[in-house]
């Protein structure tokens, strides 16, 4: 009805830029080539997620082509189940390695109505932003791992730097999660220089999930031909050829890093342990070699001793 309106309607400037929303973004929306490529990338992580299911089936939604651009354009700019005209127009991001650089939260009142809050001072002419998924009222995406994938998978774009990585396998019948934050040393810093942060007790690999993630990368290192055969290339779109390959690096960045430190961290924990040994059996040998001594003492060394010993205690307890 808005649109009919035109430059009518109370929406007109917004229904501008609606019509400049580009509905191919979404996975789903794909060519087959395209997300075959993405899934040779993501293995065993599924990147599939159907937003025409949810429009046409569980919404009721109907086929006119601006319907579905329309609910294309809500599933990836709604905040949860709202569509708040400027406010959605906000990209994401998370900030360095946690949320103090995001500048802006919204929060959504009784489903009726809803306040934008800068968090800091934003400088005239810097973009806003705000996190998919470590806002204050995100519930369990701050603590179930979601990140990088999950917005590749919901929303069609690899986010940039921090990011959240998250790598499952079984274990003895056990699922077992590694999951990781993954961030620029600092903001300047050269490309390639990252820092990592597990994402907390548990979620740092073993020795068994080391393997896991080397084996993880082999198999994606073995991948790399894909992107430079001419033929596949070709036969892409570029917008898809070019998520695909920056999720390829992107995860391969992520696997290495995590590699790296919990080989580090397995490393210096091992050394903890010998040097622990190591000191539980030199003190056994001076016990050992205390005891020696005393079986060569004669009894009246060994009272003398034993004298001195006593004096020594009590002059350090005057009390």
Known sequence: REIRLG???TFGPY????HTFDAGGLIEDWSEAGYNLLKEVGGADSLYKSWKKEWHV????GNVPLEEKAAQYFVTRAEDYLLIPLFELANHRNGHMNYDYVNKRIEVKDGVGADGIATRQIPAG???HHSFYLCPDCGLMRTNGHGTIDLLRNYGFIESMPQ?????????????YITFDLDDVHPEAPTGELDLRWFGEGYQPDQVGVMVLQKELERLVAKASLFQNNRIQHSIPKHEFD???RFYETRS???????????EDIEKADDQIMQADAMEDIEKADDQIEQAWD??????ETTTKYHRELIEWIRSHPD
């Open 164 to 176: 959240r990585w998250a790598f499952s396998y079984n274990n003895e019948d056990k699922e077992t």
């Open 126 to 128: 810097q973009e806003i």
């Open 58 to 61: 569980e919404c009721d939604g």
């Open 253 to 263: 960045a992520a696997l290495t890093k995590a590699i790296q430190v919990a080989t």
């Open 243 to 245: 998520v695909a390959y």
């Open 15 to 18: 229904l501008k830029y609606f």
């Open 295 to 300: 079986r060569r003492r004669s009894p009246e």
């Open 7 to 9: 430059d009518v309607s």
